[in-house]
């Protein structure tokens, strides 16, 4: 499956963003998806992930309350809302689909990656 991420850009503190990844190539219903971010220097952390049919979602602490992970299946799409966003929050964003059907917050065991969109968030 190939994976394009958009709906990355600059924005100021306290604003909302929504990331888009279109799926392709597969069938998108049978992924387990995954949102994790890079930031200069740091390791690729995860940010949330969404079942296949979209009925339990997982969340790193740090975005808890925050972001929202959504799929949209006949769309082929998984988004990601990112609202009252920190300077911290600023990094590469990145989806992934997993084969496996349960879930996982490392980035190891996702089998297919999109090619990133850069968030940057100005204090």
């Known amino acids: 499956v190939q994976l394009q991420a958009s709906g990355g850009g600059l924005v100021q503190a306290g604003d909302s963003l929504r990331l888009s990844c279109a799926a392709s190539?597969?069938?998108?219903?049978?992924?387990?998806m995954g949102w994790f971010r890079q930031a200069p220097g740091k390791e690729r952390e995860f940010v949330a992930a969404?079942?296949?049919?979209?009925?339990?979602?997982y969340y790193a602490d740090s975005v808890k309350g925050r972001f929202t992970i959504s799929r949209d299946n006949a769309k082929n799409t998984v988004y990601l809302q990112m609202n009252s966003l920190k300077s911290e929050d600023t990094a590469v964003y990145y989806c992934?689909?997993?084969?496996?059907?349960?879930?996982?917050?490392?980035?190891?065991?996702?089998?297919?990656w999109g090619q990133g969109t850069q968030v940057t968030v100005s204090s």
């Open positions: 969404i079942s296949l049919s979209g009925c339990s979602t």
């Open positions: 992934a689909a997993r084969t496996r059907y349960y879930y996982s917050g490392y980035a190891e065991h996702y089998d297919y």
């Open positions: 190539g597969g069938t998108f219903s049978n992924y387990f």
